[in-house]
Structures are given as structure tokens and as C-alpha cells.
């Protein structure tokens, strides 16, 4: 297994900090994953609480070790680790569409800022390949973990896990208890009650989740999309895929789903010439290469005037192949633009080819796509 660079533990905490130094001695202990920084999501009253309790700040000071400090002094020898990062920065408090920070979460409105937030954070955080994410969903509200784990599920990458933390009902919410202890040490419960920290049972909850892999969007990652828009987007993409061609052909407007796109000439001349191929069963690309460009140009001439690409597709050493891959590529940007994809996102709108045969596939079944309206037109080009 690889093992990473850069791995994060991610967690979402309102008043109760212990949740993080739990879920870190978890993590440490059961699986050995031992992060190289903390973030966290939470508001204004759970960052007081984050810098009191795990890094002893009060009031801008330093006036104490903290738990997560004494964390590493227990266990960092044992499992190989001197620090693990986290400061202020690493504290990512909720904010309105005005940037004001809020100091809790109670309307529904606060509720869509946060959600908003948690999406556009996880979406960060699973940039490139070269990083581990690891998503906690023990504290705070739980609609907060709901978004922590949604949000996974849309941007998250095979390498990112997801998790709860379950923690002993004796020692649950007690003020000084923040990881099971490898030596004895007593404190005190709310009755007065001597409980011995060494022998707290703190155990990794593990969570499937399902990876979607729609990429980060550019979009997200300049807070241009919501939550709403990125779920509106996630079911446009899962529900049954279907394609329509509108009229007139020179409009190149192509219905995907819902959503009406105008393609680009090179994309729209091989969308409906793959289905044209796929309708009369023949293989559209290199292996049928005058069949391919007979059809192609057929219907590129029909939408834009451009004797260059007469000249790219004439003769033996023809460019059919470079022709081809640009005309997906438009195709691609067009749907990665309109359902916001990631880099690297893959959608059956989006055609597929083989480097062995060169041929080009779309893989959507012939029954949801509709060329009716533009019939009369295809038949007039005897492309039909």
C-alpha cells in the first residue's frame, strides 16, 4: 500500500474538541495512519474550544501544553512520529455569503452556509493524487457529518477513507478525557467518580462510502458552486443517461439529460457521426477511415464553413486522428464545464476511444438517444 507525503485528518468538531485527539488516537493505534496535519471545520464558539483544549490557548496565549502535545509525547516514540501540524490555520471556521463567521449553527439558513462551506473544503483538500485524506464525522451537528461525507463521496479519491469514533459512555463528553492514556491517570467524572484514562476503550468506526469521482471543479475552487448545485449536478450525472439533438443541425444545441449544450463544430460533428455509426453499426475512426471522414465532413460542412479542415482530412496522409481526439477533447470541456467536473472525471457524454483500434465509442444505448428532430436534415445529407 502507499504510503503518502502529505496525510490529513479532516474533522468537523462544535463544543466537544475531544473528538479530534480521539479519532487521531484511533487512527494512530488501529491503523497506523499517522497524519502530517490536522484540519478542522467548526465555527466560532467550537474554535475557542479547538485552541483551549488542543493546543492550551486562552485568550491568545499560551498556557499550557495542550492535548495534542501530550498526544505526541505519549505515543509519537512508540509509533515513530515527533509532530503532527496544527495551529489557527489550520481552523476553518463556517462563513456567510458576506464572509462573516458564524458563531454557531442554528437555522436552516446558518445550516446551507455550512454546507456550502464543508463541500468547498473536502473539494480542497482532495486536490492531486499526492495527498491521503482522512474524513471524521464524529462531532459537531450531525447534518455537518452528513456534509463531511457527502462531500467525500462527490470529490473523494480511492485513497481517502471515511470514519466515526466510538468512545466508552463513561468517559463520552467528559472535559478532561482526550485519548485512551498508555499509562494510568485518574480524572474525575461529573458524580465525582474516579475513572483511570488508561483503560478507555476508544475504537475506529470505519464507514463505506461510495466514490463518485466527479473530480474537483474549478468552480468549487473558487467557491462558485453550492451544495445544492453540486448535488444538482451529482444526479444529473447518475440518473439514466440520454442525448437529443435539437433543430436546426447548424445549431449544434444537444440536449444531455436536462441540460441544453451548445457543442463546438469539431464536437458536434463527431457526437452525431458516432451516433450515425452506431445507429447503422458500423465502427467510427480509424479502422473505417473513409466511411469516418465521409460522414464527419458531411456534417462539419453543414455548420461551419472551413476549407482547413477539408485540407486536414484529404488524402492518404490525412490528420483523421488528430481531428478526431480534438473533437473529443471539445466535447469533453463542454460537459466538464456544464456538470462541473474535475480534471480527470469521466461521463458517458463524453466519448470513448481505443488507442489499439483507434475508434471512438459512445456509450450510451441507442433507445435514449433521439435524432427526430433533425431527421429530415440527415436524410437531405444521405447521411441516413
Known amino acids: 500500500m502507499k504510503t503518502y507525503n502529505k496525510r490529513i485528518l479532516l474533522s468537523v468538531t462544535g463544543m466537544s474538541p475531544a473528538v479530534v485527539t480521539e479519532t487521531l488516537y484511533a487512527l494512530v493505534t488501529e491503523k497506523n495512519f499517522i497524519p502530517t496535519e490536522i484540519q478542522v471545520i467548526t465555527t466560532i464558539q467550537g474554535k475557542n474550544k479547538l485552541l ?34 496544527f495551529d489557527e490555520s489550520c481552523i476553518h471556521i463556517i ?91 485518574i480524572i474525575i467524572n461529573r458524580d465525582g467518580v474516579e475513572l483511570d484514562a488508561s483503560k478507555a476503550n476508544v475504537m475506529l468506526a470505519e464507514i463505506p462510502w461510495v466514490r463518485l469521482g466527479l473530480g474537483v471543479p474549478e468552480g468549487l475552487k473558487h467557491q462558485a458552486i453550492s451544495y445544492s448545485e453540486s448535488v444538482k449536478n451529482a444526479q444529473a ?51 473505417e477511415e473513409k466511411h469516418t ?50 480534471k480527470g472525471a469521466e461521463s458517458d457524454y463524453i466519448p470513448s476511444s481505443s488507442r489499439k483500434t483507434g475508434n471512438y465509442e459512445l456509450n450510451i444505448d441507442l433507445d435514449n438517444i433521439d435524432i427526430s428532430a433533425i431527421q429530415n436534415e440527415l436524410a437531405r445529407l444521405k447521411i441516413l
Open 237 to 287: 450525472l447518475l440518473s439514466q443517461q440520454s442525448i437529443t439533438f435539437l433543430a436546426p443541425l447548424e445549431d449544434r444545441l444537444v440536449k444531455f439529460g436536462s441540460k441544453v449544450i451548445k457543442l463546438a463544430p469539431r464536437g458536434y460533428a463527431l457526437l452525431l457521426g458516432l451516433v450515425v455509426a452506431k445507429d447503422a453499426g458500423w465502427q467510427f475512426g480509424i479502422r
Open 95 to 185: 462563513e456567510d455569503t458576506s464572509g462573516e463567521k458564524l458563531p454557531d449553527i442554528r437555522t436552516p439558513q446558518e445550516n446551507e452556509f455550512a454546507a456550502d462551506n464543508i463541500v468547498k473544503l473536502v473539494g480542497s483538500l482532495c486536490q492531486g493524487e499526492e495527498s491521503q485524506l482522512h474524513v471524521s464525522i464524529a462531532g459537531g451537528r450531525k447534518t455537518m457529518g452528513f456534509f463531511m461525507g457527502y462531500a467525500l463521496s462527490l470529490y473523494g479519491r480511492k485513497q481517502d477513507s471515511l470514519s466515526h469514533v466510538l468512545v466508552d459512555e463513561q468517559f463520552e463528553t467528559l472535559p478532561n478525557f482526550y485519548y485512551r492514556k498508555p499509562y494510568s491517570h
Open 52 to 85: 483551549s483544549a488542543l493546543l492550551g490557548i486562552e485568550g491568545g496565549r499560551k498556557e499550557r501544553k495542550g492535548a495534542l502535545a501530550e498526544f505526541i509525547e505519549d505515543y509519537g516514540s512508540q509509533y515513530g512520529f515527533s509532530a503532527i501540524h
Open 293 to 342: 471522414i465521409d460522414t464527419y465532413l458531411k456534417i462539419y460542412s453543414q455548420i461551419k464553413e472551413d476549407e482547413e479542415m477539408q485540407k486536414r482530412l484529404a488524402g492518404m496522409d490525412n490528420d483523421l486522428k488528430d481531428v478526431l481526439s480534438e473533437s473529443r477533447t471539445d466535447i469533453r470541456k463542454k460537459i466538464t464545464e456544464n456538470f462541473s467536473l474535475g
